[in-house]
């Protein structure tokens, strides 16, 4: 359900634990390898995958590297329709889906939850929940009282990063773009440093072409909730320029979000995209795992243990029904009693 540094100790030969390199950052393993400080910056941009600095991050996250190199696999219709087929499987299996309905409160006592309130006042009773919001929404208390000490709320130094963000029909001329296209700033530790309190001034801006006209494009920001500066997309858009890149956002139909709107649609973020920062070779047992002290109460998504991103979201979603499905089959022993007979019944 999570691991630990003395079960991870145990389970694997000292050497292969040192290979991993959890002492050293990733920018530092990387220096070992590359002279160029271009390579440096495209392998150390592994550590943004789950919002984190390549100066702060663990070297064991080079294995990603190794990971995308067996292959990356890619959805016909996109992730849209990976949604589509879990809600379809679901369905067919009898979930009741309750879409455009917010979950307002949980009410719990100490033997576990009892129910969930929504915002149209409906009350539904229930044996267990498995919460995937961000899990310092329990902890700040926006889904009640009862289950506020179920979880702590992240500290502002522990957030991962968030992101401004631009995505609809973007025309461009310039240089071709890939399906996967990253823009690097002239220098990667000024960037990371700006980061810790805004919008960086030279940005890595990541482009990802989606076909026939659309695509995402991508800076990170640090996790204060704040809009982003006004003259940020211009910021964005001279670096692209000075890259031989020309973006046109002048359509009405692109979505432009920052760590404003990522608070909003995820409470208690802050706008933080991927739960807490992987930094240190701490950080990955501090997760919050799928069961909570309170009974019957479970957490899932991307915030919560093994992390984030979608393969590590349904894998959380995973242990989370693993947690319920044997907590509700365990069955309590009665008190030991003894009969006429001498008999002694656990």
Same mark, same amino acid.
Do not use: K, M
């Given at each position: 359900q999570r691991p630990t540094p003395w079960g991870l100790s145990a389970a694997m030969p000292f050497g292969d634990l040192m290979r991993i390199n959890p002492f050293e950052t990733l920018?530092?393993?990387?220096?070992?390898?590359?002279?160029? *400080?271009?390579?440096?910056?495209l392998f150390g941009r592994y550590a943004t995958y789950c919002g984190s600095s390549p100066f702060k991050a663990p070297a064991t996250l080079m294995l990603v590297a190794d990971v995308e190199a067996e292959g990356v696999w890619r959805l016909p219709g996109g992730m849209a329709d990976l949604a589509r087929a879990l809600h379809d499987t679901a369905t067919s299996l009898g979930v009741r889906f309750l879409f455009g309905t917010t979950a307002t409160r949980? *009410?719990?006592?100490?033997?576990?939850?009892?129910?969930?309130? #929504? #915002?149209? #006042?409906?009350?539904?009773?229930? #044996?267990?929940?498995?919460?995937?919001?961000?899990?310092?929404?329990?902890?700040?208390g926006l889904f009640g009282e009862a289950v506020r000490p179920a979880t702590r709320v992240l500290a502002a130094r522990n957030r991962s990063l968030s992101a401004i963000t631009w995505a609809g029909p973007i025309p461009h001329d310039g240089v071709p773009l890939e399906h996967h296209t990253v823009f690097f700033s002239d220098n990667y530790q000024s960037e990371f440093a700006a980061l810790s309190s805004g919008p960086a001034a030279d940005p890595t801006i990541y482009i990802c072409d989606q076909g026939e006209g659309r695509k995402l494009v991508l800076a990170n920001a640090p996790a204060t909730g704040a809009a982003a500066p006004a003259s940020f997309e211009n910021t964005m858009l001279h670096c692209l320029d000075t890259h031989g890149l020309r973006l046109d956002l002048s359509s009405g139909e692109i979505l432009r979000r920052s760590p404003a709107e990522f608070a909003a649609l995820y409470p208690a973020t802050h706008g933080a995209l991927y739960g807490r920062a992987s930094h240190g070779w701490m950080s990955t047992f501090l997760r919050p795992k799928a069961r909570t002290h309170l009974p019957n109460l479970y957490l899932a998504g991307g915030s919560v243990?093994?992390?984030p991103g979608v393969p590590m979201a349904t894998l959380s979603g995973l242990r989370a029904a693993e947690a319920l499905l044997h907590d509700r089959a365990s069955t309590r022993r009665s008190r030991k009693t003894v009969i006429a007979g001498g008999t002694s019944m656990p």
């Open positions: 920018w530092q393993a990387t220096g070992r390898y590359f002279r160029d *400080e271009r390579l440096r910056q949980i *009410e719990a006592t100490r033997d576990g939850v009892t129910a969930v309130l #929504d #915002d149209r #006042d409906v009350r539904h009773a229930c #044996d267990a929940v498995v919460v995937n919001a961000d899990a310092s929404a329990l902890g700040s243990h093994p992390g």
